[in-house]
C-alpha cells in the first residue's frame, strides 16, 4: 500500500488529537459568573468572549479541514502494479500491441517488457532476474525453469514456421543454402531459432544439412539479430520465423521451406509470479484477444490447451 502523503499524514494527526470543545471553551474563559446576576459585561469580559468565539470557530474549521484531509486519503487510488514479462524477441511486435491493450483494461497495471533470445531469457531467470512471466520460443527453456521450481503454471501459446530470409537479389530456392561461398546465418545452436534451424537441415539429410552449415558465417544470439544480418547485406540468406519476416525491410525476400523439411515453433507461456497483475496478463495473453493479437503478427495460436 502506498504510504500516506504529507499533506495526507498531517490531516491524519489533525483528527486524532482532541479539540476542545467549543463550550468547553467557553466555559473556561467564563466560568466564575453567578448566572443570576444581570450585570452588563465589562469590557474584560466582552473581549474574553469574542476570544471565545474565535477559538470555537477556529476548532470546527480546524476539525472539518481534518475530517476532508481523511476522506481525500481514503478515496485516493490504489498503487499502480508493475509486472516484467520476458518474452522471445520474435514476440517484439505481437506483446507490444498486446500488452498496450492490457495495460488499457488494466489501466492500475504497468507492463515491462523485455525481450531477447529465449535462452538468455531463461538464464537470467534462473539467476534471479525478476520476471513474473516467460513467454518462450521453445518448451525446453520453460521446461528448465519447472525443473528449478520456478513455474508456478505453463500454458501453451502459439507455434511459428520457419522461412530462408533473403535479400532481393539473393538465393532463389531452399535448396540454394547450399550453394559453395553462400554467407549463411543461423541463430546459435542454444537458442530455439538456431535449434530449430538445424533440425529442418537435418531433415533434409546429412549430406546437405553439412554443406548448409559449411556456410555459416555466424551464429546469432536470437533470431531478430540473425534477420538484421540480411537487411544490412551482411549475410546472403538467413533461416528465420515466418512472424520474423512480416517486420523485415521491404528489400528482404522470404523463401518457403517445403514441407517435408519444415519444423513447428512451439511458444509456452509460463507464470513465474503470483501476483494479481501476472495472472490477469497471463489470462488475457490466452484470451480470445491475446490469440487474435498473435495471429496478427504471423503467429498460430494455439489458445489455452497444453
Known amino acids: 500500500m502506498r504510504g500516506v502523503s504529507g499533506a495526507c499524514a498531517g490531516a491524519s494527526g489533525a483528527g486524532r488529537r ?9 466555559e473556561a474563559l467564563g466560568g466564575g459568573r453567578d448566572r443570576g446576576v444581570a450585570a452588563r459585561p465589562s469590557g474584560d ?13 477556529a476548532a ?19 498503487p499502480t502494479e508493475t509486472i516484467t514479462v520476458f518474452a522471445a524477441a520474435s514476440l517484439t511486435e505481437a506483446f507490444g500491441e498486446l500488452a498496450a491493450a492490457f495495460e488499457e483494461e488494466h489501466p492500475r497495471i504497468t507492463v515491462r517488457l523485455s525481450f531477447a533470445g529465449s535462452a538468455t531469457l531463461r538464464t537470467q531467470i534462473l539467476e534471479g532476474a525478476p520476471a513474473a512471466v516467460f513467454a518462450s520460443a521453445s518448451p525446453d527453456e520453460v521446461a528448465t525453469l519447472d525443473a528449478a521450481g520456478l513455474v508456478i503454471e505453463e500454458l501453451a501459446l502459439a507455434t511459428n514456421t520457419l522461412v530462408v530470409a533473403t535479400g532481393a537479389d539473393g538465393i532463389e530456392a531452399f535448396e540454394d543454402l547450399a550453394l559453395p561461398g553462400l554467407r549463411l546465418v543461423l541463430a546459435a545452436e542454444d537458442v530455439p531459432a538456431g535449434r530449430y534451424a538445424r533440425k529442418s537441415l ?24 540473425t534477420l538484421a544480418k540480411v537487411e544490412l547485406g551482411e549475410a546472403d540468406a538467413a533461416i528465420v520465423y515466418a512472424s520474423d519476416f512480416r517486420a523485415a525491410d521491404e528489400g528482404v525476400r522470404a523463401i518457403a521451406i ?39 503478427h504471423g503467429f498460430t495460436a494455439v489458445g489455452v490447451t497444453p
Open 202 to 225: 537435418a531433415l533434409a539429410g546429412d549430406d546437405f544439412a553439412g554443406r548448409v552449415l559449411a556456410n555459416v558465417r555466424s551464429n546469432e544470439a536470437n533470431v531478430r539479430a
Open 258 to 296: 517445403p514441407e517435408r523439411f519444415q519444423v513447428a515453433a512451439a511458444y509456452r507461456i509460463a507464470l513465474l509470479s503470483e501476483s494479481a497483475g501476472a495472472r490477469a496478463f497471463l489470462a488475457f495473453a490466452t484470451s480470445p484477444e491475446g490469440m487474435a493479437t498473435l495471429a496478427r
Open 18 to 26: 482532541r479539540v476542545p470543545a467549543a463550550g468547553g471553551a467557553i
Open 60 to 78: 470546527a474549521g480546524a476539525l472539518a479541514v481534518a475530517t476532508l484531509g481523511l476522506g481525500a486519503c481514503g478515496d485516493s487510488e490504489e
Open 45 to 57: 469580559a466582552l473581549r474574553s468572549r469574542r476570544d471565545a468565539v474565535r477559538l470555537r470557530v
